[in-house]
Protein backbone atom coordinates (compact mmCIF):
# COMPACT_ATOMS: atom_id res chain seq x y z
CA UNK A 1 0.00 0.00 0.00
CA UNK A 2 1.11 3.48 -0.63
CA UNK A 3 1.62 5.47 2.24
CA UNK A 4 0.46 9.76 1.56
CA UNK A 5 3.84 10.61 0.72
CA UNK A 6 4.64 7.90 -1.65
CA UNK A 7 1.26 9.25 -3.37
CA UNK A 8 1.91 12.79 -3.38
CA UNK A 9 5.17 12.08 -4.92
CA UNK A 10 3.71 9.81 -7.60
CA UNK A 11 1.59 12.17 -8.33
CA UNK A 12 3.85 14.98 -8.91
CA UNK A 13 6.19 13.29 -11.17
CA UNK A 14 3.09 12.25 -13.34
CA UNK A 15 2.13 15.92 -13.40
CA UNK A 16 5.74 17.01 -14.44
CA UNK A 17 5.86 14.32 -16.76
CA UNK A 18 2.97 15.58 -18.50
CA UNK A 19 3.73 18.96 -18.12
CA UNK A 20 6.94 17.98 -19.97
CA UNK A 21 5.54 16.13 -22.89
CA UNK A 22 2.90 18.78 -23.76
CA UNK A 23 5.83 21.40 -23.67
CA UNK A 24 8.04 19.74 -25.68
CA UNK A 25 5.00 19.72 -28.56
CA UNK A 26 4.57 16.45 -28.22
CA UNK A 27 0.92 14.92 -28.80
CA UNK A 28 0.16 12.34 -26.43
CA UNK A 29 -0.75 8.75 -27.45
CA UNK A 30 -4.68 8.02 -27.75
CA UNK A 31 -5.22 5.29 -25.17
CA UNK A 32 -4.80 1.99 -26.09
CA UNK A 33 -7.45 -0.67 -27.25
CA UNK A 34 -5.79 -4.25 -26.48
CA UNK A 35 -5.52 -5.93 -29.76
CA UNK A 36 -7.08 -9.60 -28.27
CA UNK A 37 -10.31 -7.72 -27.51
CA UNK A 38 -11.50 -7.53 -31.38
CA UNK A 39 -9.70 -10.52 -33.06
CA UNK A 40 -9.32 -14.48 -31.65
CA UNK A 41 -5.60 -13.94 -30.42
CA UNK A 42 -5.74 -17.39 -28.67
CA UNK A 43 -2.59 -19.66 -30.76
CA UNK A 44 -5.48 -21.09 -33.12
CA UNK A 45 -7.15 -20.20 -36.97
CA UNK A 46 -10.24 -21.19 -36.40
CA UNK A 47 -12.92 -20.59 -33.82
CA UNK A 48 -13.97 -17.57 -34.47
CA UNK A 49 -17.23 -15.48 -33.66
CA UNK A 50 -19.12 -12.62 -35.42
CA UNK A 51 -18.06 -10.28 -32.87
CA UNK A 52 -14.68 -11.75 -32.49
CA UNK A 53 -13.60 -13.51 -35.24
CA UNK A 54 -10.44 -15.72 -36.08
CA UNK A 55 -8.17 -15.96 -39.53
CA UNK A 56 -10.84 -18.80 -41.16
CA UNK A 57 -12.69 -15.89 -41.24
CA UNK A 58 -10.76 -13.82 -42.88
CA UNK A 59 -9.59 -16.26 -45.50
CA UNK A 60 -10.93 -19.12 -47.73
CA UNK A 61 -8.46 -21.95 -48.45
CA UNK A 62 -7.28 -22.56 -51.74
CA UNK A 63 -7.34 -26.54 -51.04
CA UNK A 64 -5.56 -28.51 -51.98
CA UNK A 65 -3.95 -26.35 -53.53
CA UNK A 66 -1.58 -23.69 -51.47
CA UNK A 67 -2.62 -20.17 -50.07
CA UNK A 68 -5.78 -18.71 -49.08
CA UNK A 69 -8.04 -16.41 -50.42
CA UNK A 70 -9.83 -12.78 -49.08
CA UNK A 71 -13.60 -13.72 -48.15
CA UNK A 72 -15.65 -12.12 -50.36
CA UNK A 73 -17.53 -10.68 -47.15
CA UNK A 74 -15.13 -10.15 -44.58
CA UNK A 75 -16.29 -9.49 -40.78
CA UNK A 76 -17.40 -5.49 -40.11
CA UNK A 77 -14.25 -3.54 -39.50
CA UNK A 78 -12.36 -5.34 -41.24
CA UNK A 79 -10.33 -4.76 -44.10
CA UNK A 80 -7.03 -4.91 -46.56
CA UNK A 81 -6.33 -9.06 -45.74
CA UNK A 82 -3.22 -10.35 -47.30
CA UNK A 83 -2.12 -14.02 -47.56
CA UNK A 84 1.68 -14.59 -48.43
CA UNK A 85 2.57 -17.80 -49.26
CA UNK A 86 6.50 -18.94 -48.95
CA UNK A 87 6.61 -22.43 -50.05
CA UNK A 88 6.82 -25.16 -52.49
CA UNK A 89 5.02 -28.27 -51.87
CA UNK A 90 7.23 -30.40 -53.23
CA UNK A 91 10.57 -29.18 -53.32
CA UNK A 92 12.97 -27.43 -50.12
CA UNK A 93 13.25 -24.61 -52.77
CA UNK A 94 12.90 -20.96 -51.32
CA UNK A 95 12.59 -18.05 -53.68
CA UNK A 96 12.70 -15.21 -50.75
CA UNK A 97 15.23 -15.02 -48.57
CA UNK A 98 17.77 -12.09 -47.36
CA UNK A 99 20.99 -11.91 -48.29
CA UNK A 100 24.25 -11.53 -46.14
CA UNK A 101 24.17 -8.39 -45.09
CA UNK A 102 20.61 -7.25 -44.60
CA UNK A 103 19.27 -5.53 -41.59
CA UNK A 104 16.73 -4.24 -40.61
CA UNK A 105 18.41 -1.12 -39.49
CA UNK A 106 19.13 -0.30 -43.10
CA UNK A 107 17.76 1.50 -45.49
CA UNK A 108 16.09 -1.24 -47.83
CA UNK A 109 17.38 0.63 -51.10
CA UNK A 110 20.54 0.25 -50.72
CA UNK A 111 20.56 -2.15 -47.73
CA UNK A 112 18.00 -5.26 -48.45
CA UNK A 113 19.10 -7.57 -50.66
CA UNK A 114 17.40 -10.58 -51.29
CA UNK A 115 18.25 -14.15 -53.09
CA UNK A 116 17.00 -17.69 -53.85
CA UNK A 117 17.81 -21.38 -52.58
CA UNK A 118 17.47 -24.69 -53.43
CA UNK A 119 17.72 -25.76 -49.79
CA UNK A 120 16.27 -23.92 -47.30
CA UNK A 121 17.17 -24.01 -43.78
CA UNK A 122 14.04 -25.69 -42.33
CA UNK A 123 14.52 -23.60 -38.63
CA UNK A 124 14.32 -20.13 -40.87
CA UNK A 125 11.39 -21.32 -42.78
CA UNK A 126 8.31 -19.27 -43.24
CA UNK A 127 5.84 -21.44 -44.70
CA UNK A 128 2.86 -18.53 -45.00
CA UNK A 129 2.66 -15.07 -43.63
CA UNK A 130 -0.92 -13.78 -43.11
CA UNK A 131 -2.36 -9.99 -41.90
CA UNK A 132 -5.54 -8.03 -42.00
CA UNK A 133 -6.75 -4.73 -40.72
CA UNK A 134 -9.32 -3.67 -38.66
CA UNK A 135 -10.81 -0.35 -37.50
CA UNK A 136 -12.11 -0.77 -33.53
CA UNK A 137 -15.23 1.24 -32.28
CA UNK A 138 -12.98 3.84 -31.26
CA UNK A 139 -11.69 4.72 -34.61
CA UNK A 140 -8.29 3.22 -34.02
CA UNK A 141 -5.90 1.42 -36.60
CA UNK A 142 -5.64 -2.43 -35.34
CA UNK A 143 -3.44 -4.62 -37.32
CA UNK A 144 -3.02 -8.48 -36.90
CA UNK A 145 -0.05 -10.19 -38.23
CA UNK A 146 0.78 -14.03 -38.50
CA UNK A 147 3.06 -16.37 -40.21
CA UNK A 148 3.19 -20.34 -39.91
CA UNK A 149 6.48 -22.02 -40.11
CA UNK A 150 7.90 -25.26 -40.59
CA UNK A 151 9.82 -26.12 -37.98
CA UNK A 152 9.81 -25.27 -34.04
CA UNK A 153 13.57 -26.48 -33.24
CA UNK A 154 14.73 -24.15 -30.78
CA UNK A 155 13.31 -20.31 -29.92
CA UNK A 156 12.16 -18.24 -32.87
CA UNK A 157 12.65 -14.90 -33.43
CA UNK A 158 10.10 -13.25 -35.75
CA UNK A 159 9.87 -9.64 -37.20
CA UNK A 160 6.98 -8.01 -39.44
CA UNK A 161 7.59 -5.03 -41.27
CA UNK A 162 4.26 -2.73 -42.31
CA UNK A 163 5.88 -0.38 -44.93
CA UNK A 164 4.15 2.46 -46.40
CA UNK A 165 5.83 2.56 -49.96
CA UNK A 166 4.01 0.80 -52.15
CA UNK A 167 7.23 -0.05 -54.46
CA UNK A 168 9.49 -2.28 -52.10
CA UNK A 169 9.83 -5.29 -53.35
CA UNK A 170 12.82 -8.05 -54.56
CA UNK A 171 12.16 -10.49 -57.71
CA UNK A 172 15.29 -12.54 -56.58
CA UNK A 173 17.13 -13.90 -59.42
CA UNK A 174 20.15 -16.42 -60.00
CA UNK A 175 22.07 -14.45 -57.55
CA UNK A 176 22.06 -11.92 -55.18
CA UNK A 177 19.38 -8.82 -56.03
CA UNK A 178 18.75 -5.37 -54.44
CA UNK A 179 15.37 -4.48 -53.42
CA UNK A 180 13.82 -1.66 -54.78
CA UNK A 181 11.99 0.94 -52.29
CA UNK A 182 12.50 2.74 -49.48
CA UNK A 183 11.38 3.58 -46.28
CA UNK A 184 8.89 5.62 -45.44
CA UNK A 185 8.16 7.90 -42.01
CA UNK A 186 6.27 6.42 -39.78
CA UNK A 187 7.49 2.38 -41.19
CA UNK A 188 6.74 0.02 -38.09
CA UNK A 189 8.89 -3.06 -37.41
CA UNK A 190 7.35 -5.39 -34.93
CA UNK A 191 10.02 -8.05 -33.43
CA UNK A 192 9.32 -11.19 -30.96
CA UNK A 193 10.48 -14.34 -29.52
CA UNK A 194 9.17 -16.88 -28.57
CA UNK A 195 9.78 -20.63 -27.43
CA UNK A 196 9.17 -24.40 -29.47
CA UNK A 197 6.79 -24.72 -25.88
CA UNK A 198 4.60 -22.34 -26.94
CA UNK A 199 4.99 -19.08 -25.13
CA UNK A 200 5.78 -15.68 -26.54
CA UNK A 201 8.65 -14.17 -24.61
CA UNK A 202 8.23 -10.81 -25.68
CA UNK A 203 7.35 -8.32 -28.12
CA UNK A 204 8.12 -4.81 -29.45
CA UNK A 205 7.26 -2.19 -31.88
CA UNK A 206 9.93 0.29 -33.20
CA UNK A 207 9.10 3.16 -36.14
CA UNK A 208 10.91 4.42 -38.75
CA UNK A 209 11.68 7.94 -38.72
CA UNK A 210 12.63 10.09 -41.43
CA UNK A 211 12.61 8.83 -45.18
CA UNK A 212 14.61 6.77 -47.25
CA UNK A 213 17.57 8.80 -44.83
CA UNK A 214 16.39 8.18 -42.01
CA UNK A 215 16.65 5.72 -39.41
CA UNK A 216 15.13 3.33 -36.93
CA UNK A 217 14.26 4.15 -33.85
CA UNK A 218 16.02 2.69 -30.93
CA UNK A 219 13.60 3.23 -28.26
CA UNK A 220 10.73 0.85 -28.73
CA UNK A 221 7.12 2.86 -29.44
CA UNK A 222 4.89 -0.48 -27.91
CA UNK A 223 6.11 -3.20 -25.57
CA UNK A 224 3.77 -6.11 -24.74
CA UNK A 225 3.66 -9.79 -24.35
CA UNK A 226 1.07 -12.67 -24.61
CA UNK A 227 -2.72 -12.06 -26.09
CA UNK A 228 -3.66 -12.86 -21.92
CA UNK A 229 -5.92 -10.16 -20.89
CA UNK A 230 -3.22 -7.64 -20.09
CA UNK A 231 -3.99 -4.20 -21.88
CA UNK A 232 -1.61 -4.09 -24.31
CA UNK A 233 -1.33 -2.15 -27.21
CA UNK A 234 0.97 -4.90 -28.53
CA UNK A 235 0.55 -8.93 -27.62
CA UNK A 236 1.48 -12.31 -29.69
CA UNK A 237 -0.13 -15.59 -29.00
CA UNK A 238 1.97 -18.95 -30.20
CA UNK A 239 -0.26 -22.41 -30.53
CA UNK A 240 0.24 -24.40 -27.18
CA UNK A 241 -0.95 -27.75 -28.75
CA UNK A 242 -1.01 -29.21 -32.17
CA UNK A 243 -3.24 -27.73 -35.31
CA UNK A 244 -4.18 -30.93 -37.35
CA UNK A 245 -3.94 -30.19 -41.09
CA UNK A 246 -6.12 -33.17 -42.20
CA UNK A 247 -10.05 -34.25 -41.98
CA UNK A 248 -13.35 -32.36 -42.38
CA UNK A 249 -12.54 -30.58 -39.10
CA UNK A 250 -8.95 -29.78 -39.54
CA UNK A 251 -7.45 -27.00 -37.06
CA UNK A 252 -5.16 -25.69 -40.18
CA UNK A 253 -7.21 -24.69 -42.96
CA UNK A 254 -5.16 -24.30 -45.66
CA UNK A 255 -1.76 -26.26 -46.53
CA UNK A 256 1.46 -26.07 -44.81
CA UNK A 257 4.35 -27.88 -45.01
CA UNK A 258 5.87 -28.69 -41.85
CA UNK A 259 9.15 -30.77 -40.56
CA UNK A 260 10.29 -31.87 -36.83
CA UNK A 261 12.83 -34.09 -36.16
CA UNK A 262 11.02 -34.08 -32.24
CA UNK A 263 7.67 -34.27 -32.37
CA UNK A 264 5.75 -32.77 -29.13
CA UNK A 265 3.39 -35.93 -29.38
CA UNK A 266 1.16 -38.63 -31.01
CA UNK A 267 -0.93 -35.77 -32.61
CA UNK A 268 1.45 -34.77 -34.91
CA UNK A 269 0.94 -36.91 -37.30
CA UNK A 270 2.18 -35.41 -40.52
CA UNK A 271 3.80 -32.47 -42.45
CA UNK A 272 0.21 -31.10 -42.77
CA UNK A 273 0.29 -30.34 -39.07
CA UNK A 274 1.75 -27.33 -37.17
CA UNK A 275 3.66 -28.87 -33.71
CA UNK A 276 3.48 -26.37 -30.82
CA UNK A 277 5.13 -23.43 -31.38
CA UNK A 278 5.03 -23.51 -35.01
CA UNK A 279 1.88 -20.88 -35.36
CA UNK A 280 2.22 -17.58 -34.58
CA UNK A 281 0.18 -14.49 -34.37
CA UNK A 282 0.01 -11.12 -32.83
CA UNK A 283 -1.41 -7.46 -32.98
CA UNK A 284 -0.81 -4.05 -32.70
CA UNK A 285 -3.21 -1.40 -32.01
CA UNK A 286 -1.19 1.38 -34.32
CA UNK A 287 -3.67 4.30 -33.30
CA UNK A 288 -2.66 4.51 -29.88
CA UNK A 289 1.30 4.53 -31.00
CA UNK A 290 0.79 7.84 -32.82
CA UNK A 291 1.38 5.34 -35.96
CA UNK A 292 -0.83 6.71 -38.95
CA UNK A 293 -0.97 6.74 -42.97
CA UNK A 294 -1.55 4.23 -45.18
CA UNK A 295 0.32 1.28 -45.54
CA UNK A 296 1.21 -0.89 -48.71
CA UNK A 297 3.53 -3.78 -48.21
CA UNK A 298 3.33 -6.20 -45.29
CA UNK A 299 6.79 -8.37 -44.78
CA UNK A 300 7.33 -11.41 -42.35
CA UNK A 301 10.80 -12.75 -41.53
CA UNK A 302 12.41 -15.24 -39.45
CA UNK A 303 15.67 -13.58 -38.01
CA UNK A 304 18.55 -14.12 -34.86
CA UNK A 305 17.23 -12.50 -32.50
CA UNK A 306 14.79 -9.40 -31.07
CA UNK A 307 18.13 -7.04 -31.63
CA UNK A 308 17.26 -4.81 -34.17
CA UNK A 309 20.97 -5.43 -35.66
CA UNK A 310 20.08 -9.20 -35.81
CA UNK A 311 21.13 -10.81 -39.00
CA UNK A 312 17.43 -11.68 -40.95
CA UNK A 313 16.81 -15.12 -43.19
CA UNK A 314 13.72 -15.69 -44.75
CA UNK A 315 11.17 -13.36 -45.39
CA UNK A 316 7.49 -13.43 -47.03
CA UNK A 317 6.54 -9.90 -48.81
CA UNK A 318 2.81 -9.26 -49.63
CA UNK A 319 0.70 -6.11 -50.56
CA UNK A 320 -1.38 -4.33 -47.57
CA UNK A 321 -2.77 -1.51 -48.44
CA UNK A 322 -5.14 -0.17 -45.50
CA UNK A 323 -5.92 3.22 -47.44
CA UNK A 324 -9.25 3.44 -50.13
CA UNK A 325 -10.85 5.88 -52.03
CA UNK A 326 -14.39 5.70 -53.20
CA UNK A 327 -15.48 7.45 -56.41
CA UNK A 328 -18.96 8.54 -57.70
CA UNK A 329 -20.30 9.58 -61.07
CA UNK A 330 -23.70 11.59 -61.25
CA UNK A 331 -25.68 12.82 -64.27
CA UNK A 332 -28.01 16.32 -64.05
CA UNK A 333 -30.63 17.43 -66.94
CA UNK A 334 -29.35 17.55 -70.13
CA UNK A 335 -29.89 20.61 -72.47
CA UNK A 336 -29.86 20.65 -76.26
CA UNK A 337 -27.31 23.02 -77.79
CA UNK A 338 -28.25 25.93 -79.61
CA UNK A 339 -27.28 24.31 -82.91
CA UNK A 340 -30.54 22.23 -82.78
CA UNK A 341 -28.82 18.82 -82.86
CA UNK A 342 -25.98 18.30 -79.93
CA UNK A 343 -26.41 17.84 -76.22
CA UNK A 344 -24.98 19.39 -73.31
CA UNK A 345 -24.62 16.33 -70.65
CA UNK A 346 -23.30 18.05 -67.14
CA UNK A 347 -21.89 15.47 -64.89
CA UNK A 348 -20.62 15.41 -61.30
CA UNK A 349 -17.20 13.27 -59.88
CA UNK A 350 -16.65 12.97 -56.37
CA UNK A 351 -13.91 11.30 -55.00
CA UNK A 352 -13.76 10.61 -51.55
CA UNK A 353 -10.95 9.42 -49.20
CA UNK A 354 -12.49 6.17 -47.69
CA UNK A 355 -9.36 5.41 -45.62
CA UNK A 356 -10.25 5.34 -41.57
CA UNK A 357 -6.38 7.02 -40.74
CA UNK A 358 -4.53 7.57 -43.78
CA UNK A 359 -4.26 11.03 -45.86
CA UNK A 360 -4.15 10.48 -49.67
CA UNK A 361 -2.05 12.46 -52.23
CA UNK A 362 -2.35 13.79 -55.42
CA UNK A 363 -5.99 13.00 -56.46
CA UNK A 364 -6.74 12.90 -60.34
CA UNK A 365 -9.16 11.99 -62.54
CA UNK A 366 -9.71 10.52 -66.32
CA UNK A 367 -12.63 10.21 -68.21
CA UNK A 368 -13.58 6.68 -69.44
CA UNK A 369 -15.32 7.54 -72.29
CA UNK A 370 -14.46 6.88 -76.19
CA UNK A 371 -15.36 9.23 -78.02
CA UNK A 372 -15.51 7.44 -81.38
CA UNK A 373 -18.14 4.80 -79.47
CA UNK A 374 -19.73 7.43 -77.37
CA UNK A 375 -19.82 10.49 -80.09
CA UNK A 376 -19.31 13.03 -78.03
CA UNK A 377 -16.81 16.11 -78.58
CA UNK A 378 -15.33 17.19 -75.77
CA UNK A 379 -15.67 17.03 -72.16
CA UNK A 380 -14.84 19.76 -69.75
CA UNK A 381 -13.88 20.37 -66.44
CA UNK A 382 -16.61 23.35 -65.28
CA UNK A 383 -16.10 23.63 -61.21
CA UNK A 384 -13.45 21.95 -58.59
CA UNK A 385 -14.03 21.81 -55.38
CA UNK A 386 -10.09 20.55 -54.58
CA UNK A 387 -7.70 23.31 -54.21
CA UNK A 388 -6.25 22.92 -58.15
CA UNK A 389 -7.66 25.53 -60.41
CA UNK A 390 -8.42 23.30 -63.43
CA UNK A 391 -11.49 25.12 -64.43
CA UNK A 392 -11.90 25.13 -68.42
CA UNK A 393 -9.40 22.08 -68.74
CA UNK A 394 -10.76 19.39 -71.22
CA UNK A 395 -10.69 16.26 -69.97
CA UNK A 396 -8.55 13.61 -72.68
CA UNK A 397 -8.97 9.84 -72.58
CA UNK A 398 -6.26 8.66 -70.81
CA UNK A 399 -4.97 11.57 -69.12
CA UNK A 400 -5.02 11.61 -65.26
CA UNK A 401 -6.08 15.70 -64.12
CA UNK A 402 -5.09 16.67 -60.83
CA UNK A 403 -8.08 17.77 -58.69
CA UNK A 404 -6.50 17.96 -55.38
CA UNK A 405 -3.47 17.63 -53.48
CA UNK A 406 -4.26 15.62 -50.56
CA UNK A 407 -7.13 14.28 -48.84
CA UNK A 408 -7.62 14.12 -45.25
CA UNK A 409 -9.68 10.51 -43.91
CA UNK A 410 -13.42 11.50 -45.08
CA UNK A 411 -12.85 14.69 -47.23
CA UNK A 412 -13.89 14.57 -50.61
CA UNK A 413 -13.26 16.56 -53.84
CA UNK A 414 -16.50 16.93 -56.33
CA UNK A 415 -16.04 18.34 -59.87
CA UNK A 416 -18.31 19.72 -62.34
CA UNK A 417 -18.40 18.12 -65.83
CA UNK A 418 -19.83 19.20 -69.36
CA UNK A 419 -19.81 17.01 -71.91
CA UNK A 420 -21.04 17.98 -75.32
CA UNK A 421 -22.27 15.67 -78.47
CA UNK A 422 -24.81 13.61 -80.11
CA UNK A 423 -25.65 11.89 -77.22
CA UNK A 424 -28.47 12.58 -74.75
CA UNK A 425 -26.96 12.03 -71.73
CA UNK A 426 -25.06 8.56 -71.83
CA UNK A 427 -23.71 5.99 -69.36
CA UNK A 428 -20.06 8.20 -68.96
CA UNK A 429 -17.18 6.74 -66.67
CA UNK A 430 -14.42 7.75 -64.06
CA UNK A 431 -11.51 6.46 -63.20
CA UNK A 432 -10.06 8.46 -60.05
CA UNK A 433 -6.63 7.85 -58.61
CA UNK A 434 -4.39 8.74 -55.53
CA UNK A 435 -1.55 8.40 -53.51
CA UNK A 436 -0.76 6.49 -50.30
CA UNK A 437 2.48 9.12 -50.31
CA UNK A 438 2.81 12.33 -52.31
CA UNK A 439 4.08 11.51 -56.00
CA UNK A 440 2.10 8.00 -55.97
CA UNK A 441 -1.06 6.65 -57.55
CA UNK A 442 -1.42 3.04 -56.17
CA UNK A 443 -5.29 4.02 -54.86
CA UNK A 444 -7.59 3.53 -57.53
CA UNK A 445 -11.58 3.57 -57.83
CA UNK A 446 -14.57 3.42 -60.87
CA UNK A 447 -17.54 4.68 -60.91
CA UNK A 448 -20.06 4.85 -63.72
CA UNK A 449 -23.41 6.41 -64.28
CA UNK A 450 -26.09 4.04 -64.51
CA UNK A 451 -28.33 2.97 -67.45
CA UNK A 452 -31.25 4.17 -64.98
CA UNK A 453 -29.56 7.72 -63.86
CA UNK A 454 -28.63 8.33 -67.52
CA UNK A 455 -31.69 7.95 -69.08
CA UNK A 456 -33.13 10.25 -66.30
CA UNK A 457 -30.66 12.94 -67.40
CA UNK A 458 -31.83 13.20 -71.01
CA UNK A 459 -33.17 16.47 -72.20
CA UNK A 460 -36.90 16.39 -72.84
CA UNK A 461 -36.82 17.24 -76.79
CA UNK A 462 -39.89 19.05 -78.08
CA UNK A 463 -41.39 20.49 -81.21
CA UNK A 464 -44.40 21.15 -82.92
CA UNK A 465 -45.95 22.76 -86.10
CA UNK A 466 -48.74 25.17 -85.80
CA UNK A 467 -50.05 26.07 -89.14
CA UNK A 468 -52.69 28.95 -90.37
CA UNK A 469 -54.17 30.03 -93.40
CA UNK A 470 -56.05 33.21 -94.31
CA UNK A 471 -57.98 34.73 -97.58
CA UNK A 472 -56.26 37.85 -98.81
CA UNK A 473 -58.78 38.48 -101.51
CA UNK A 474 -60.62 37.27 -104.68
CA UNK A 475 -59.79 39.21 -107.93
CA UNK A 476 -61.45 38.92 -111.66
CA UNK A 477 -58.59 38.01 -113.97
CA UNK A 478 -58.22 37.34 -117.64
CA UNK A 479 -59.69 34.08 -118.43
CA UNK A 480 -59.51 31.93 -121.87
CA UNK A 481 -61.16 32.68 -125.01
CA UNK A 482 -61.32 36.34 -123.91
CA UNK A 483 -63.21 35.65 -120.97
CA UNK A 484 -63.22 36.39 -117.11
CA UNK A 485 -62.31 34.29 -114.54
CA UNK A 486 -62.31 34.56 -110.73
CA UNK A 487 -59.37 34.39 -109.12
CA UNK A 488 -59.23 33.29 -104.79
CA UNK A 489 -55.73 34.80 -103.48
CA UNK A 490 -54.56 32.59 -100.22
CA UNK A 491 -51.65 32.99 -97.45
CA UNK A 492 -50.49 30.57 -95.56
CA UNK A 493 -48.31 30.60 -92.11
CA UNK A 494 -46.46 27.76 -90.70
CA UNK A 495 -44.63 27.76 -87.35
CA UNK A 496 -41.76 25.91 -84.86
CA UNK A 497 -43.44 27.12 -81.93
CA UNK A 498 -41.39 28.83 -79.31
CA UNK A 499 -41.45 26.01 -76.90
CA UNK A 500 -39.97 24.05 -79.04
CA UNK A 501 -35.69 23.05 -78.14
CA UNK A 502 -35.35 21.64 -82.04
CA UNK A 503 -35.71 22.68 -85.57
CA UNK A 504 -37.84 21.22 -87.83
CA UNK A 505 -37.42 21.15 -91.52
CA UNK A 506 -40.83 21.34 -93.17
CA UNK A 507 -42.29 19.99 -97.06
CA UNK A 508 -43.63 23.04 -99.14
CA UNK A 509 -47.67 22.66 -97.87
CA UNK A 510 -50.14 20.91 -99.36
CA UNK A 511 -53.52 22.51 -100.40
CA UNK A 512 -56.15 21.07 -101.37
CA UNK A 513 -57.44 23.35 -104.20
CA UNK A 514 -53.95 25.75 -104.84
CA UNK A 515 -51.49 23.79 -107.15
CA UNK A 516 -48.32 25.83 -106.27
CA UNK A 517 -47.31 27.50 -102.90
CA UNK A 518 -44.83 29.91 -103.14
CA UNK A 519 -42.44 31.00 -100.17
CA UNK A 520 -42.04 34.42 -99.90
CA UNK A 521 -40.38 36.85 -96.75
CA UNK A 522 -43.28 37.33 -94.51
CA UNK A 523 -42.11 40.88 -93.94
CA UNK A 524 -41.18 42.03 -97.45
CA UNK A 525 -43.12 39.36 -99.58
CA UNK A 526 -39.86 38.87 -101.72
CA UNK A 527 -39.48 35.44 -102.71
CA UNK A 528 -37.59 33.19 -100.90
CA UNK A 529 -36.35 29.20 -99.88
CA UNK A 530 -35.74 27.71 -96.53
CA UNK A 531 -38.07 25.35 -94.98
CA UNK A 532 -35.40 24.78 -92.23
CA UNK A 533 -37.37 26.22 -88.74
CA UNK A 534 -35.71 27.29 -85.76
CA UNK A 535 -38.09 27.43 -82.38
CA UNK A 536 -40.17 30.72 -82.65
CA UNK A 537 -39.89 30.87 -86.68
CA UNK A 538 -42.62 31.11 -89.12
CA UNK A 539 -42.36 30.51 -92.89
CA UNK A 540 -44.97 32.43 -95.39
CA UNK A 541 -46.42 31.05 -98.60
CA UNK A 542 -48.65 32.51 -100.92
CA UNK A 543 -50.94 30.89 -103.75
CA UNK A 544 -54.11 31.41 -105.47
CA UNK A 545 -57.04 28.93 -106.84
CA UNK A 546 -59.45 29.54 -109.48
CA UNK A 547 -62.85 28.48 -107.96
CA UNK A 548 -65.79 27.26 -109.67
CA UNK A 549 -69.52 26.66 -109.97
CA UNK A 550 -68.67 23.54 -107.96
CA UNK A 551 -66.79 25.34 -105.04
CA UNK A 552 -69.66 27.08 -104.83
CA UNK A 553 -70.92 27.51 -101.17
CA UNK A 554 -73.83 29.69 -99.73
CA UNK A 555 -76.79 31.34 -102.18
CA UNK A 556 -75.61 34.15 -103.73
CA UNK A 557 -75.99 36.86 -101.37
CA UNK A 558 -73.42 35.10 -99.08
CA UNK A 559 -71.53 32.98 -101.74
CA UNK A 560 -68.01 32.02 -100.50
CA UNK A 561 -65.20 29.28 -101.57
CA UNK A 562 -63.04 27.26 -99.21
CA UNK A 563 -60.30 25.54 -99.33
CA UNK A 564 -57.50 23.74 -96.50
CA UNK A 565 -54.06 22.85 -96.67
CA UNK A 566 -51.62 21.12 -94.32
CA UNK A 567 -47.71 20.74 -93.42
CA UNK A 568 -45.28 17.92 -92.17
CA UNK A 569 -41.81 18.11 -91.13
CA UNK A 570 -38.90 16.14 -89.45
CA UNK A 571 -37.19 17.11 -86.42
CA UNK A 572 -33.49 17.72 -86.24
CA UNK A 573 -33.25 15.35 -83.14
CA UNK A 574 -36.20 13.32 -83.32
CA UNK A 575 -40.13 13.08 -84.44
CA UNK A 576 -42.55 13.64 -86.98
CA UNK A 577 -44.77 16.40 -87.00
CA UNK A 578 -47.79 17.30 -89.34
CA UNK A 579 -49.95 20.33 -89.00
CA UNK A 580 -53.32 20.31 -91.05
CA UNK A 581 -55.61 20.74 -92.94
CA UNK A 582 -56.45 24.49 -92.04
CA UNK A 583 -59.48 25.82 -94.02
CA UNK A 584 -59.95 29.20 -95.10
CA UNK A 585 -63.01 30.82 -96.68
CA UNK A 586 -63.23 33.55 -99.66
CA UNK A 587 -66.80 35.28 -99.62
CA UNK A 588 -67.82 36.71 -103.00
CA UNK A 589 -69.84 39.41 -101.83
CA UNK A 590 -70.23 40.36 -98.83
CA UNK A 591 -67.26 42.45 -97.16
CA UNK A 592 -68.69 42.50 -94.08
CA UNK A 593 -68.09 39.06 -93.18
CA UNK A 594 -64.57 38.75 -94.00
CA UNK A 595 -62.96 42.19 -94.15
CA UNK A 596 -61.49 41.64 -97.35
CA UNK A 597 -62.64 44.18 -100.43
CA UNK A 598 -64.96 42.51 -102.70
CA UNK A 599 -64.31 41.36 -105.84
CA UNK A 600 -61.36 43.23 -107.51
CA UNK A 601 -61.13 43.37 -111.52
CA UNK A 602 -58.09 43.21 -112.20
CA UNK A 603 -58.75 41.49 -115.63
CA UNK A 604 -57.91 44.92 -117.87
Known amino acids: ????????????????????????????????????????????????????????????????????????????????????VDFFPATSNDNSLFATGSKDTLNITPGWQCKKTNNVNDKTDINNAYAVAYINPNNHLIVYFALDVASNDGTKDVGFWFLKDPDVSCPAGSGTTSFVGNH?????????????????????????????????????????????????????????????????????????????????????TSSKDLDIGMFF??????????????????????????SLGATIFDFALGDFSNCSIGAAKACTQATVNSDFATFTSPFTATVTNSSPTGTVYDVTINESFNFANTGETSCTITSNTGDQNVNGTELITGTPVKVASSLAPGASVTVGISCTGSLNSFQNAIHAAAGSAPGQSDITKDAVVSAVSASACQATVTADLDITK????????????????????VRVEVTNPSTSNQSVTITTPVDTKVSTL?????????????????????????????????????????????????????????????????????????TDLDGIPDVTDTSD
Open 1 to 84: MFSLTKLRKALSAFALCCLGVMGMGITPFALADNPATYFQLDGDMKGGTQEKPDWSDVFDSNLPAVGATPKASLPSGFSSPTFV
Open 184 to 268: TDGDVLIVSEFTNGGRVSEIKAYRWNGGANGSLGTSPIASGGECNGDAFNVCARVNTAVLNGDGANADVPWLVKSKTSNPSGPAY
Open 281 to 306: EGGIDLTAVGISGCFNRYLADTRSST
Open 470 to 489: VCKGMQLVAGTNGLLALQTD
Open 518 to 590: NQVDCITGVAKSDLVLAPNETACFLGSYNPTNADLVNPPSSAAFTDGVSVTGEGSINGTFTAGPVNATCYLCD
